[in-house]
């Protein structure tokens, strides 16, 4: 059974890849999830890709992408994803 757990340390914004990385952990190993600016502006209201707006969005709805993270990370056994707007889209 996986236990998956989201640590509260605020996102780390990726100008290069226009990007909020989180970090968390998957059955005790090291895990992250990251979201893209597109997803963030698309599904939760950031005004733009600015890394302040980007914050603001993530952590209005946190709860509601970690809960996307957690299915993607069970899905896939992997410890590094990104969530894109479609993940959201489709809703897993």
């Known amino acids: 059974m996986e236990i998956i757990e989201f640590h509260t340390s605020p996102p780390r914004y990726c100008a290069a890849d226009l990007t909020l990385t989180c970090t968390a952990s998957v059955d005790g190993i090291p895990a992250c999830y990251a979201v893209t ?14 890394q302040e707006d ?3 969005a ?7 992408i970690e809960d996307m993270a957690r299915s993607l990370f069970k899905l896939t056994d992997s410890h590094n994803i990104v969530l894109r707007s479609g993940h959201f889209r489709f809703g897993m």
């Open 58 to 64: 993530m952590e209005s709805h946190r709860g509601t």
């Open 54 to 56: 980007l914050l603001q």
């Open 37 to 50: 600016a597109e997803a963030l502006e698309e599904h939760f209201g950031a005004r733009s890709w600015r």
